[in-house]
T-cell receptor, first 113, second 113 residues
Framework: SAVISQKPSRDICQRGTSLTIQCQVD?????MFWYRQQPGQSLTLIAT?????????ESGFVIDKFPISRPNLTFSTLTVSNLSPEDSSIYLC??????????FGPGTRLTVT | DQQVKQNSPSLSVQEGRISILNCDYT??????FLWYKKYPAEGPTFLIS?????DKNEDGRFTVFLNKSAKHLSLHIVPSQPGDSAVYFC????????????FGAGTRLFVKA
């Protein structure tokens, strides 16, 4: 199994600003995933981050709003830009397990005021 | 379009009794189904899974049943314990790779002592 840490664990940001979330894995992985969980909703995949290439974004998510970096095989960042109250969510990173399962970080709870 | 639905937002069960959490899906291409458990301030953790070629998988107190004709799966927890109180997410996958996994909205389970 993989151990994943995220920073910050929570933050309160003003609208119009940006927040960068860091995700660190204890082993080298090819793909890292970024999810959003809005209040009372399911986990929704934002993008897949591969080291050495541009992230692949899911429908409804764009690079200008959610830029992602993947500088090496153990680290990734997600930036949520131009924040609005609708961006208030839990943001999670994950990696694939041996089979179909995923391992998740503890999440970052973002509140936009 | 919700491809994976958990219609019960919450469930309350007495300690020692059975907990049954339900999940419905719409996409016939899903070939693997998973359950995750999530405690507050933590990321989801993988609990149990089942392949579409099976109708039952058991792991200790946890059993997952799959009814492909009804596009329905359920998680049984017997006996339920207070430590099982958490949010349970159903997920369905159309192949390996986290980008192919769709999550339900979750069911919050309360196990009363």
């Amino acid at each position: 199994s993989a151990v994943i840490s995220q920073k910050p664990s929570r933050d309160i940001c003003q609208r119009g600003t940006s927040l960068t979330i860091q995700c660190q894995v204890d082993s080298q992985v090819t793909m890292m995933f970024w999810y959003r969980q809005q209040p009372g909703q399911s986990l929704t995949l934002i993008a897949t981050a591969n080291q050495g290439s541009e992230a692949t974004y899911e429908s409804g998510f764009v690079i200008d709003k959610f830029p992602i970096s993947r500088p090496n095989l153990t680290f990734s960042t997600l930036t949520v830009s131009n924040l609005s109250p609708e961006d208030s969510s839990i943001y999670l990173c994950s990696v694939d397990g041996q089979s179909y399962e995923q391992y998740f970080g503890p999440g970052t709870r973002l509140t936009v005021t | 379009d919700q491809q994976v639905k958990q219609n019960s937002p919450s469930l309350s069960v007495q300690e020692g009794r059975i907990s049954i959490l339900n999940c419905d899906y719409t996409n016939s291409m899903f070939d693997y189904f998973l359950w995750y458990k999530k405690y507050p301030a933590e990321g989801p953790t993988f609990l149990i899974s089942i392949s579409s070629i099976k109708d039952k998988n058991e792991d200790g107190r946890f059993t997952v049943f799959l009814n492909k004709s009804a596009k329905h799966l359920s998680l049984h927890i017997v006996p339920s314990q207070p430590g099982d109180s958490a949010v349970y997410f159903c997920a369905a996958s159309a192949g390996t790779g986290g980008f192919k996994t769709i999550f339900g909205a979750g069911t919050r389970l309360f196990v009363k002592a």
